[in-house]
């Protein structure tokens, strides 16, 4: 089986980090400093893109379609690549005489017509190269150039973008009016926001990530793609003597009788997992429906949060909120898990308790814990923040700066972040995630690798991954019951990785 983050990306940690907008630009301007003139930076730019199209297409009828900065310098380089190579290309330019510096000299290295940019030079194109505009702009294109996007749009071209599809902010992924689909973008150095976070990630289709000699960030970045290189060496794989107990002990919360199952899928969750020891602390209404779907994973009944508190103890880690009900009760069993010590996992209706009071949520977690809201949720214990964001980055930073604890905020570009800034963006989920109880799989995932020893922000990084990765792998179908099942397959994968 082959998973989809491992072999795609380079050996080097570093390959993983996510720059800005601002931060591509002082990485052209460091290696300009350093010597390397950006005629240089923007011929490496043009072949790579060229190679990379010629790498997934055999030759056809090409436009490329040069903008009036260095986007479209690089466009004149990919068309003199391919027209060298016998490919049939054409270029189409807003403005040519706008083009400056290496931009202009790549222009003038074209040795074919410049056609006007318009819709009807998209005639006849089977392949379309988007060099108008980069991550750079920041506002909305104007009406000839999308009429001429939606003309390959419209035409059946496949589209090509340089750097981002043009009319994507490049720090927020977010389209400034309108933005092609793209089959392919090349862009280079390092992956921006708009890569990772959708719209941009899904209008970008597969992107490639292209060396051109430019110096690494270092290796303290704070963003980064989530992947295996990540946390690969802090999994938690058990030495050939391991015992149960040495894998840890976890502890799930059950709601009602009516309310069981999500519990019980958080439970599994972790067992599957890995967790050496897996309880479901049930109320007493609901243990005989509990005692009848559980077998590997155990039960103990509570009356009060002195039996609670008595059935938790030893426990690494708790889950709590998955089906837990939206009652005084679910706020106080957490207060008192909070001071008896396991690391907590913070899930579903844990949040909705604390809609009114999210202060007296924050005042008892640690960086030892986990928030793993979806929108919504997120939206009632931090109602100001996705609103007031650029982008859910800088939301789920605040968010874990405020709380004090690591911030999952779920979603197709779910993001993570600990109380100390750093963040990830998980790109391999699959739209089959989208069912009942897969967040309750997600908080036991977590939960079941906390109980091995891995850090908290490490888990809940592993675990966002992993639990894409079923879904992606699983595909069409998929319910949330398959979802533990579904793990031995990717950790055999990761296992055989290590």
């Known amino acids: 089986m082959r998973l989809s983050r491992w072999h795609d990306m380079n050996p080097a940690l570093g ?16 290696a300009a400093a350093d010597g390397t003139p950006l005629s240089v930076l923007m011929q ?12 997934r297409w055999t030759p056809r009828s090409t436009l490329v379609l040069c903008g009036p900065g260095d986007n479209g310098g690089d466009g004149f380089v990919i068309a003199a690549v391919l027209a060298a190579a016998g490919w049939p290309v054409r270029a189409a330019a807003l403005d040519v005489s706008r083009l400056r510096g290496a931009a202009a000299e790549a222009a003038a290295c074209w040795r074919g017509p410049v056609e006007a ?10 392949l379309v190269i988007d060099a108008l505009f980069g991550a750079g702009l ?6 000839t150039v999308v009429q001429t996007l939606e003309a390959c749009t419209a035409a059946g071209a496949f589209v090509v973008a340089v750097d981002l599809p043009s009319g994507l902010d490049g720090d927020t992924g977010a389209a400034l009016g309108f933005a092609p689909q793209a089959q392919l973008t090349v862009t280079f150095h390092r992956k921006k926001p708009a890569h990772v976070l959708e719209p941009g990630r899904s209008l970008c289709g597969e992107v490639v990530v292209a060396d051109i000699g430019l110096a690494d960030p270092g290796p303290d970045w704070l963003l980064s793609e989530n992947g295996l290189l990540l946390w690969r060496d802090q999994f938690p794989w058990p030495k050939t003597d391991a015992h149960k107990t040495q894998r840890g002990r976890m502890v799930v919360v059950s709601g009602g009788a009516w309310s069981t199952g999500a519990a019980r899928l958080a439970a599994r969750a972790g067992l599957r997992i890995g967790a050496g020891m897996v309880t479901v602390l049930s109320p007493l ?3 005989a429906v509990n005692a009848a779907h559980l077998e590997a994973v155990m039960l103990k009944p509570f009356r009060n949060r002195s039996d609670l508190l008595k059935a938790a103890d030893g426990s690494d880690v708790a889950v709590i909120g998955p089906g837990a009900g939206i009652t005084p009760e679910t706020r106080l ?13 913070v899930d579903a209706d844990a949040f909705s308790v604390f ?5 007296a949520l924050f005042k008892v977690l640690t960086p030892r814990d986990v928030m793993t809201p979806h929108a919504g949720e997120f939206d009632r214990i931090f109602p100001d923040l996705l609103k007031s964001s650029p982008e859910r980055i800088t939301a789920v930073r605040a968010a874990a700066k405020r709380s004090g604890a ?3 905020l779920k979603g197709p570009d779910t993001v993570v972040a600990a109380p100390d800034g750093r963040a990830v963006v998980n790109t391999n989920a699959a739209p089959w995630l989208a069912t009942a109880g897969a967040g309750d799989t997600l908080a036991g995932f977590i939960a079941g690798l906390i109980a091995q020893g891995m850090d908290s922000f490490s888990a809940a990084c592993a675990g966002a991954w992993i639990h894409a990765e079923i879904g992606r792998t699983f595909g069409p179908g998929l319910i949330a019951e398959d979802l533990p099942e579904g793990a031995p397959a990717v950790l055999r994968g990761l296992y055989a990785e290590r």
């Open 138 to 143: 920041s506002r909305p294109l104007a009406p």
């Open 117 to 126: 940019l318009a819709p009807a030079c998209v005639a006849d194109a089977g």
């Open 355 to 359: 809609r009114d009071a999210p202060d």
């Open 44 to 55: 490496r730019a043009g072949e790579a893109v060229a190679n990379a199209i010629m790498t």
């Open 333 to 345: 069993n957490l207060l008192a898990l909070a001071a008896a010590g396991p690391a907590l996992v």
């Open 406 to 408: 690591v911030t999952l």
């Open 285 to 287: 209404d609901a243990c």
């Open 15 to 30: 390959r993983s980090q996510i720059l800005t907008v601002a931060q591509a630009r002082a990485a052209d301007r460091a």
